[in-house]
């Protein structure tokens, strides 16, 4: 009964594993996105399209919880979950901070979270609870 009961403990944990082995491979390649995006100045609507593939399925389940979330609400879910702080995100969606803020204040009413602080620890654990998709190309 022991060897079994470890058997399963060690699966679980290996099954978590793999799981954060590709939410991790997952927020890479959003990173790596962000950065083609800066060096070949594309426009804010290729990021999001590329983006939105990418985390497709967390983005279609945030949508599904939270209608009204806007387009540019789960962008900048989207760039916070892979780790990008506020001036990286200005920087990309070329938006002053005090704009950046707002929005940030509007995601957190609208997801019914209490503070603005934990938007980012709610950004990365959407991110990561969805197993990528499969057979996404990669582009970069």
């Avoid at 060897?3 to 699966?11: F, G, I, S």
């Avoid at 939105?52 to 949508?63: E, Q, R, T």
């Avoid at 002053?96 to 995601?107: A, C, G, N, S």
């Avoid at 620890?121 to 499969?134: C, D, G």
Wanted: charged share 30%.
């Amino acid at each position: 009964e022991t060897d079994e009961w470890r058997e399963k403990l060690l699966d679980k944990v290996k099954e978590k594993i793999a799981i954060t082995e590709q939410a991790r491979n997952r927020i890479t390649r959003g990173e790596d996105l962000v950065a083609k995006f800066i060096y070949h100045q594309q426009g804010i609507e290729e990021l999001s399209t590329e983006l939105f593939g990418i985390y497709h399925k967390p983005i279609s389940a945030i949508k599904k919880k939270y209608p009204d979330l806007t387009e540019l609400d789960l962008l900048v879910i989207c760039l916070l979950g892979i780790g990008m702080d506020n001036v990286e995100i200005c920087s990309v969606l070329r938006m002053e901070k005090r704009t950046l803020y707002r929005r940030r204040q509007l995601i957190v009413q609208r997801i019914g979270i209490n503070s603005s602080s934990n938007l980012e620890a709610f950004a990365r654990s959407m991110l990561e609870e969805t197993v990528p998709n499969e057979g996404i190309q990669d582009t970069i």
